[in-house]
Nanobody, 122 residues
C-alpha cells in the first residue's frame, strides 16, 4: 500500500510556470511507476505524463514540450515542472502509482493522491 500527497498548485497567469510535487510513503518508491492526471469540472480525468522505474517517460500531446516529469528516489518524490501554462491547463492535478505500469488509462493505477488545484488565468 502506498500513500501519495500532491502539492504546489495555485493560481497563475498564462505563460507562467509552476512545479507540482507528489510525495510518496509506504513501499519502496523506486518500485513504482508514477503518473500525473488532471480533471476539469464536468470533464473526464485525462492522462498528462508518466515516469517508470527506469526513468523512461511519456507525455500527452497537449503538454509535450511544455511539461517535464522527473523523480527523486532519495526523497520519494515525483515532480511535474510546468511552463508556458495556458488557460486550458486549468484542472485538479492528481498523481497516481502502480507497480510495473506505464499506462495512459486511470484504471492502470492502484493508488491516488487527493489532488491539487491549478488555475491559469488568461
Amino acid at each position: 500500500q502506498v500513500q501519495l500527497v500532491e502539492s504546489g498548485g495555485g493560481l497563475v497567469q498564462a505563460g507562467d510556470s509552476l512545479r507540482l510535487s507528489c510525495a510518496a510513503s509506504g513501499r519502496t518508491f523506486s518500485n513504482y511507476a508514477v503518473a500525473w492526471f488532471r480533471q476539469a469540472p464536468g470533464k473526464e480525468r485525462e492522462f498528462v505524463s508518466v515516469i517508470i522505474t527506469t526513468g523512461s517517460t511519456l507525455y500527452a500531446e497537449s503538454v509535450k514540450g511544455r511539461f517535464t516529469i522527473s523523480r527523486d528516489n532519495a526523497k520519494k518524490t515525483v515532480y511535474l515542472q510546468m511552463s508556458s501554462l495556458k488557460p486550458e491547463d486549468t484542472a485538479v492535478y492528481y498523481c497516481a502509482a502502480a507497480i510495473a505500469a506505464m499506462g495512459r488509462r486511470p484504471s492502470a493505477y492502484d493508488y491516488w493522491g487527493q489532488g491539487t488545484q491549478v488555475t491559469v488565468s488568461s
